[in-house]
């Protein structure tokens, strides 16, 4: 029988193990082989040792040693995001099976946007919890920019917010060809609110020439609102205001 190549996926099946994957995620999160060794109630040397024997049998190194600890190569960031997939994957199998013992349940981790949180995702855990009362759910609020690497990783299961344009343009027309699923809840908008008594809230229309120079409060730079709001202001030849609060 031919060997398997051992840079193919059946040759590192042969020799990969789950525990090493868990291992290496742990040492990430807890910043040393020390503070892992306490979480995961084992020797420092069995740490190095499971870290060593991973490393010789993907044939990279994964970290770099230096004087302030340990860091990670280039492929290391390669192997960390495709440790972390596999590892979800693993607990959805577990929820899967528990599932299926047990009833409807397992964990489900949905991240939001601030603006969503509110309103949506509450509707939305209300008709969920009918559904599924054993269900547990985590929200994680954040931006953008940390909760899609987040969910391409699987650390979330799902993500309520815009479409960051790098995602929405590199997701294939054909179905399947993605690893995300895009499904479009409604249309958003922009609109310029002011206090009920201020000056220009009795007309009955007000120009951007007479707000442009008033304080504004607008959407932080990281999020993809604050692009809608410049592409507003370019399109009709003003720059960003001055007076702002992000």
Do not use: C
């Not at 040397?45 to 190569?73: C, H, N, V, W």
């Not at 929820?95 to 509707?123: N, Q």
């Not at 008594?197 to 007309?203: D, E, N, Q, T, V």
């Not at 120079?213 to 202001?233: E, M, V």
């Amino acid at each position: 029988m031919q060997e398997a190549d051992p840079r193919s996926g059946a040759g590192l099946a042969r020799r990969l193990r789950l525990q090493q994957l868990a291992i290496f995620v742990r040492v990430l999160e807890a910043g040393s082989v020390l503070a892992a060794s306490r979480d995961l109630a084992m020797t420092q040397p069995a740490i190095s040792k499971s870290i060593q024997d991973l490393e010789d049998q993907i044939g990279m190194a994964l970290f770099e040693r230096t004087k302030r600890g340990m860091r990670l190569t280039g492929f290391g960031e390669v192997f960390e995001t495709h440790a972390r997939m596999m590892l979800s994957q693993l607990r959805y199998l577990s929820e899967d099976l528990v599932s299926w013992k047990t009833g409807v349940s397992g964990h489900l981790v949905v991240g939001t946007l601030i603006a969503a949180s509110g309103t949506i995702v509450p509707r939305a855990l209300g008709h969920l919890r009918r559904m599924a009362p054993d269900l547990k759910v985590t929200i994680k609020v954040g931006s953008n920019s940390t909760l899609f690497p987040m969910l391409l990783k699987g650390e979330v299961d799902i993500v309520l917010g815009i479409l960051p344009e790098n995602v929405a343009t590199s997701i294939p027309e054909q179905p399947g060809s993605s690893p995300l699923k895009h499904v479009a809840l409604y249309e958003d908008g922009l609109n310029v609110v002011l206090a009920a008594g201020h000056p220009l809230a009795a007309r009955p229309s007000v120009s951007l020439a007479q707000l442009h120079g008033l304080a504004w409060i607008i959407p932080t730079q990281d999020s993809a609102n604050y692009r809608a709001a410049q592409d507003f202001f370019t399109r009709q030849k003003y720059p960003i205001p001055e007076r702002v609060i992000e």
